[in-house]
């Protein structure tokens, strides 16, 4: 059982930055590839983004690429989600996860390719 505690949501205007974080309670991190998806009110969960055990290969959502940028440092066993130039679409709950597997084949974009879950953290980001 692994638990992810995600923080760093908020109430930003358009352009604005924020950074999530997304703790895990596991010494195992690293066996783990880590997702961020998002849901929005009335939406369906949506992919955007994984990284491999290391960090160093990542995949993004097409609308996401250029903005957004996941990072992990396996030693604190936490994985990160750097957004820039917010846009009022990029309104959604934010949730990270941990897929059972160190490398990155083909793109587990879909929810049920991960194992466990945060409980999520609101970003909002006004116009």
């Known amino acids: 059982q692994v638990q992810l505690v995600e923080s760093g949501g908020g109430l930003v205007q358009a352009g604005d930055s924020l950074r999530l974080s997304c703790a895990a309670s596991?010494?195992?991190?690293?066996?783990?590839?880590v997702g961020w998806f998002r849901q929005a009110t009335g939406k369906e969960r949506e992919f955007v983004a994984v990284?491999?055990?290391?960090?160093?290969?990542?995949y993004y959502a097409d609308s996401m690429k250029g903005r957004f940028t996941i990072s992990r440092d396996n030693y604190e066993s936490t994985t990160y989600l750097q957004m820039n130039s917010l846009k009022p679409e990029d309104t959604a709950v934010y949730y990270c996860?941990?897929?059972?597997?160190?490398?990155?084949?083909?793109?587990?974009?879909?929810?049920?390719?991960?194992?466990?879950w945060g409980q999520g953290t609101q970003v909002t980001v006004s116009s």
């Open positions: 996860a941990v897929k059972k597997t160190r490398v990155v084949v083909t793109v587990p974009k879909s929810p049920s390719e991960y194992e466990y």
């Open positions: 596991t010494h195992t991190f690293s066996l783990y590839a």
């Open positions: 990284a491999d055990w290391s960090g160093d290969t990542t």
